[in-house]
């Protein structure tokens, strides 16, 4: 998170109505928007990672444009309307915090668009990446038939992967109601209803008897002393999602338990852990935990395969 400048002037002190007057074009609107993140020392973790990223996501988002949209509709004039809400939509992400995607009610991930407001997550695992090459890894032949999204949230993972994986059955779990009525409208959202479902689970009291080739889960795992100190952002967010105990490993000791129950034979459990990543190592030394790297950034994801978990059940009993 960039420091606020507190020698620096902000526009804001003027009304929206005048600054909005101002703002010509494209490009002004993402001129000034870059400087007013700047000034104020927001936090990037939803999505981009600099002020000027942020002012393209919140701009493009607000006039409803693709993020490869011409470079010349830059000198595009705005109406006022659209100035206005460009205005409007700065003033709320400054003084508010609120994440973009929430100010927007939309979050892009492994290329797609998802619902999201502050009943889930907003979408931003690494495991995108894994979606997008069908898991190959783990099946490089056959893509999964069967795949969990465990503690789903916006269902984002699960059904991006049916997109990517056509003939893929995928079942969406969680624990929170809320969360599953963001996931169903995902579903609906993306037409895929024929082959994803979403199921209220604890963990996977919903799912008992059902078998899979793949479970992926983003639980709740940040412990005690990163939830206490996360930036002002993050707290927009449901705090039954983010925080997991006091080392952020509550969900994912029940996860390594009872995962073997529900994956076939030749099944493969991935797990995003996050910064608990750490605490997961010492509580398990002898688990050889394959740990996934990322060509776009991201760590803490693991991978074991069902011989795997059978290996060290006892560990995890």
Not at 67 to 82: H, I, K, Q, Y
Not at 200 to 227: E, H
Not at 282 to 298: I, S
Request: a negative charge; charged letters at 25%; hydrophobic letters at 45%.
């Amino acid at each position: 998170m960039a420091a606020s400048r507190p020698d620096a002037v902000s526009t804001l002190t003027l009304a929206d109505t005048e600054i909005s007057e101002g703002l010509i074009t494209l490009r002004d609107c993402l001129r000034w928007a870059t400087s007013e993140f700047h000034v104020h020392g927001l936090h990037y973790g939803h999505g981009t990672d600099s002020p000027w990223d942020e002012a393209v996501a919140l701009v493009l988002g607000a006039l409803h444009l693709p993020w490869d949209v011409d470079p010349s509709v830059l000198e595009a004039r705005l109406l006022p309307m659209e100035r206005a809400r460009i205005v409007s939509l700065v003033r709320a992400r400054i003084e508010t915090r609120r994440p973009l995607p929430y100010l927007l009610g939309e979050a892009f991930f492994a290329g797609y668009p998802f619902d999201v407001d502050e009943r889930v997550l907003i979408p931003r695992s690494p495991i995108a990446e894994l979606i997008e090459h069908g898991f190959a890894a783990w099946f490089p032949e056959e893509p999964p038939a069967r795949v969990l999204d465990l503690c789903c949230g916006s269902g984002c993972i699960g059904i991006a992967t049916a997109l990517h994986l056509p003939t893929a059955e995928v079942d969406l779990a969680d624990i929170s109601t809320e969360a599953l009525e963001v996931a169903k409208a995902n579903i609906t959202r993306h037409d895929v209803g024929a082959r994803v479902r979403a199921v209220a689970s604890d963990v996977f009291t919903g799912v008992a008897g059902q078998r899979y080739d793949l479970i992926v889960s983003n639980p709740p795992y940040v412990d005690t002393r990163d939830l206490a100190t996360m930036p002002a952002e993050f707290r927009h967010e449901p705090s039954m999602a983010l925080g997991a105990g006091r080392d952020g490993l509550d969900i994912v000791r029940r996860i390594l338990r009872e995962a073997r129950e529900h994956l076939r034979d030749d099944g493969v459990l991935i797990v995003e852990v996050g910064n608990s990543d750490r605490h997961l190592e010492a509580a398990f030394p002898e688990v050889p935990f394959l740990w996934l790297e990322f060509e776009r950034g991201g760590h803490g994801v693991f991978a074991l395969n069902a011989q795997e978990l059978d290996a060290h059940a006892a560990s995890f009993a």
